[in-house]
């Protein structure tokens, strides 16, 4: 399996990334532990990405692009795996295309995980308060889903017009959600 992981901020991509990756043996591939591992072992990538996190910026999609290309390159993913927050934009989808195709593989699917944006805002609050958030308000939640749902649009339709975007509601209980992602995933 070969799959990205698609989602709001709080529809509970990082619990079902860990508990997919697990059901189908696979790992899973987050952008974070990229830039993190990058960064603590200072390679120069890592210290090209700490100069932008550092300004506040956005890292730019040529150093993350590069991040998981080295990543896509390890032994450990030839049988396959789940990224987790990448590709964020089509002009990264089209990337990965082009490391995957120098690999001599293909995506399976995209795996999008739906919810209500109410639910989510209540999760993301819920959150915030149980860790100290301070800065997970309200506003900033709406403004992160507001960010994503625009920035996301396009990705879910490239996806889709690829025959590739699979949907699954990601509100209930975590077990639920798991059996839903991979019913669709197995009628995909």
């Given amino acids: 399996m070969r799959a990205v992981l698609l989602g709001p901020p709080g ?17 899973t591939i987050s952008t974070g532990d990229i830039f993190r591992a990058n960064i603590k072992g200072q390679t120069e990538l890592g210290r090209k990405a700490q100069e932008y996190t550092n300004a506040g910026t956005l890292v730019p999609d040529e150093i993350t692009n590069a991040m998981v290309r080295d990543r896509l390159a390890q032994d450990d993913v030839v049988d396959g795996f789940l990224l987790d927050g990448y590709p964020r934009n089509p002009d990264q989808a089209v990337e990965l295309d082009s490391m995957l195709a120098d690999l001599g593989v293909e995506l399976n699917a995209a795996i999008e995980i739906t919810a209500d944006s109410e639910v989510v805002i209540e999760r ?5 308060e149980i860790e100290g958030r301070a800065d997970d308000t309200e506003p900033v939640i709406r403004k992160r889903l507001e960010v994503y749902a625009t920035s996301t649009a396009p990705l879910t339709a490239f996806y889709a017009g690829r025959g590739l975007l699979v949907q699954a509601d990601g509100i ?17």
């Fill in 124 to 128: 993301l609050l819920k959150r915030a």
């Fill in 172 to 188: 209930g209980e975590v077990a639920e959600v798991t059996e839903r992602i991979v019913g669709a995933v197995e009628a995909h």
């Fill in 11 to 27: 529809a509970g991509k990082g619990t079902q990334a860990a508990l997919l990756a697990e059901r189908w043996g696979i790992p």
